[in-house]
């Protein structure tokens, strides 16, 4: 059965919540979420169809019923990474041609956000037909003992006559606007995919830079085929300038792009003019 204790205190965990928020259950949205995605990119024609036919009901169950216990462990042992230790164990459970596409084209916040917002929504549902109980019967009490005299207060006056059912109907009054307000704040949960922009996979690209950063200013140093090395990191300043500070509203980024442009313009005039004499190309 698993873990299906659920956040807090375990005295006050209702059981009608474990099939939302149960510990073992934490990844069974997200799967929803992922099983969705494929379904779509099959739908426009990004997965072929040979591929998508893969993903059974039988495959959809076996993914759905990733443990979070599961996903712990092969984050802790492999992944340092819970997402990817989810993709991890799901490319395990599919054909080899399906297996390229899970994820695709995700972030991790794509995926758990809108699984978020799926679990709230049906934890909110839950609670919604709980609260439908309560108000029943505190609808009862009101009707039942609305002429019943008991003794209210407030400040400065602390024996004012009120009724059994008034007292019953002001807490009721407190519930039905609790609901309301989760009521409105349930109708606004949404997913959203945004496609990758780089956070966990970026420390590929990150080793790219530094190696060409560390080599290009090593070749310039040395004087080694100065001309082509300044002219790459000029090409690479330019570029960088373009994708990564190009928000011009933002006075620090519209500095870091003429820095890449000025730095590229040095670049230039040393692929032109190419190394002083003491260089290693000076010597060839």
């Keep these: 059965m698993g873990n299906l204790s659920l956040p807090g205190n375990p005295r006050y965990q209702p059981k009608d919540l474990q099939s939302v928020f149960g510990y073992d259950n934490l990844f069974r949205a997200l799967a929803e979420v992922e099983i969705a995605t494929m379904k779509t990119l099959a739908d426009i024609g990004i997965i072929p169809k040979a591929n998508i036919a893969s993903l059974t009901p039988a495959v959809e169950q076996e993914l759905l019923a990733i443990s979070t216990t599961e996903v712990d462990r092969v984050e802790r042992e492999v992944t340092r990474h819970d997402i990817r230790a989810w993709v991890r164990i799901a490319q395990s459970k599919v054909d080899l041609g399906l297996r390229r596409w899970i994820h695709v084209p995700l972030t991790s916040y794509d995926a758990l956000d809108t699984a978020r917002a799926l679990q709230f929504v049906r934890g909110h549902e839950t609670v919604r037909l709980l609260t439908d109980r309560v108000v029943r019967l505190f609808a009862e009490q009101v009707n039942l003992f609305a002429a019943r005299p008991q003794i209210g207060r407030t400040h400065g006056q602390h024996a004012l006559p009120i009724t059994v059912g008034f007292w019953f109907a002001t807490i009721l009054s407190r519930i039905l606007a609790n609901i309301q307000s989760a009521n409105n704040a349930a109708e606004k949960l949404v997913g959203k995919i945004s496609g990758a922009v780089g956070v966990y996979n970026a420390q590929v690209g990150l080793g790219i ?76």
């Excluded at 300044?230 to 500095?255: C, E, K, P, R, Y």
Aim: glycine residues 10%.
């Design 209 to 284: 830079a530094i190696a060409v950063e560390l080599a290009g200013g090593v070749a310039l140093v040395l004087g080694y085929r100065t001309k082509l090395v300044a002219a790459v990191l000029a090409l690479f300043s330019i570029a960088t300038a373009l994708a990564f500070h190009s928000a011009f509203g933002d006075q620090n980024q519209l500095i870091h792009f003429f820095k890449n442009i000025a730095m590229a313009g040095g670049l230039l005039q040393i692929a032109a003019f190419g190394a002083g004499p003491i260089a290693i190309d000076s010597r060839r």
